[in-house]
């Protein structure tokens, strides 16, 4: 099974650009694991097969790495829930301090789970809403995905940005359009995520005459 695991990794993460040594696929199949077992208790991702959880799950968060791209720095993920993207970012890039914002109490126990499991000492969980967040206001990285409250998410990620930092959302058409009629923030082209075709990444800057 293990064998059958690291294949089954490298495989449903290639056509994400993704390469994965051996430390990353460890990683990913412990989530996995932890994920599927929590689930039976609390709800965190209505997908269970493993292997659409690598595409949809880790393939989708570690697509930004590289589309982005998201290399070393501070990252703030927004509603976090079962850690993706933040969470996930963070096991394949070694060098990023992540910081998940998470409202639920169950979810936030369950990231601080997956983040003693997999010896993240440095991931910061803070169990609250954006609203509630005091921490730093000089990320380099907000990251959201299926958020929904876009506004609010634009309005606070403007604040807690350092100057040239950018939030990276994963969007569909519609929530895509809404994002980009606002003026506070200029947009690059949308970038179309690997083996789905209603989802994008979109990622902004804040304008330079907001």
């Known amino acids: 099974m293990r064998e059958l695991w690291d294949e089954t990794i490298r495989q449903r993460l290639e056509p994400f650009g993704i390469l994965v040594n051996d430390t990353i696929a460890g990683r990913v199949r412990r989530y996995t694991e932890l994920l599927l077992r929590w689930n039976r208790r609390i709800n965190l991702t209505s997908i269970t097969d493993p292997a659409e959880i690598l595409e949809r799950h880790f393939g989708e968060s570690f697509f930004a790495a590289q589309a982005v791209p998201i290399e070393r720095g501070s990252l703030v993920d927004v509603g976090s829930g079962a850690g993706f993207p933040g969470l996930a970012l963070r096991a394949l890039l070694e060098g990023l301090r992540v910081t998940l914002i998470e409202p639920t109490t169950k979810k936030a126990v369950f990231l601080a789970e997956v983040c003693r499991e997999l010896d993240f000492p440095d ?71 690997p083996l789905s075709k209603q989802r994008f990444l979109l990622v902004g800057k804040v304008s330079a005459t907001s």
Do not use: H, N, Q
């Not at 609203?131 to 299926?146: I, K, L």
């Not at 309005?155 to 980009?180: C, K, N, Q, T, Y």
């Open 123 to 193: 991931v910061e969980i803070f169990r609250g809403t954006l609203e509630e967040f005091s921490g730093p206001d000089c990320f380099d990285y907000v990251t959201a995905r299926a958020l929904g409250r876009s506004e609010e998410l634009r309005a606070w990620s403007g604040r807690v940005l350092r100057a040239g930092g950018r939030l990276i959302l994963w969007l569909g058409p519609a929530e895509m359009e809404d994002s980009r009629a606002d003026p506070s923030w200029a947009w690059g082209k949308e970038i179309p995520i």
